[in-house]
């Protein structure tokens, strides 16, 4: 079992749906990123938390510590947020960044 | 303020041959991470680095890879004798301190050997 599970490994959506992306980890953490890999392959970091909630833009990341569970969630998803969202942890013991397999999002107009 | 860069953006190498991959971190960073995306897979730590230290270079495989972070210029990851399982995507990412802090990621290399 991996140590971050993504779900769903896939999603598609018409424009303008609310999209939410689930990540659950098993392992002592200090913080939780999210990042974006686009079609042409750059990945770019959305957030990082270690716990409540941030929010930016469209995009709005939560964490529950206790539960071991973060939600990337978007709102009126437009095509341009197609990408994959991988989910990393930093690992409490290796300080080590562990990630999920990603979620590929489709968003079609 | 200019990102993480890496060169080349794309690399072809015929089996056997090395292969040099290059980051220079954000202005600032001292901490450089460098991480692979094999095909349809997620990506993998492979070492992290400051400047003259190698701090965490548990992900590499033990032979054939090496990498440094010298005081002047870039990071470097050396593949020496590459092999058709190393074609991937290398990413390296930035800080400016070690601990939980947004790492900056570069627009990676693709490695293809053929």
């Known amino acids: 079992k991996n140590e971050v599970e993504q779900s769903p490994q896939n999603l598609t959506a018409q424009e303008g749906e609310f999209i939410t992306i689930n990540c659950s980890y098993s392992?002592?953490?200090?913080?939780l990123h999210w990042l974006q890999q686009h079609p042409g392959g750059g990945i770019v970091s959305l957030f990082m938390?270690?716990?409540g909630k941030k929010k930016h833009g469209r995009l709005i990341a939560t964490i529950n510590i206790q539960e071991k569970h973060s939600s990337l969630h978007i709102t009126a998803s437009h095509p341009r947020d197609s990408a994959v969202y991988i989910c990393?942890?930093?690992?409490?013991?290796?300080?080590?960044?562990?990630f999920g397999t990603g979620t590929r999002l489709q968003v079609f107009p | 303020n200019a990102g993480v860069m890496q060169n080349p953006r794309h690399l072809v190498r015929r089996r056997g041959q090395e292969a040099r991959l290059r980051c220079s971190p954000m202005?600032?960073?001292?901490?450089v991470y460098w991480y692979r995306q094999l095909p349809e897979e997620g990506l993998k730590f492979m070492v992290y680095?400051?400047?003259?230290?190698?701090?965490?270079e548990s992900g590499m495989p033990k032979e054939r890879f090496s990498a440094e972070f010298p005081k002047e210029g870039p990071s470097i990851l050396r593949i020496q004798q590459v092999v058709r399982g190393d074609s991937a995507a290398y990413f390296c990412?930035?800080?400016?301190?070690?601990?939980?802090?947004?790492?900056?990621f570069g627009p990676g290399t693709r490695l293809t050997v053929l």
């Open positions: 202005k600032g960073h001292s901490h």
């Open positions: 938390l270690s716990s």
């Open positions: 990393a942890v930093r690992s409490y013991n290796t300080d080590k960044l562990i």
């Open positions: 990412a930035s800080s400016p301190w070690s601990g939980p802090e947004e790492q900056f």
């Open positions: 392992v002592g953490i200090s913080a």
């Open positions: 680095l400051q400047k003259e230290n190698i701090i965490d």
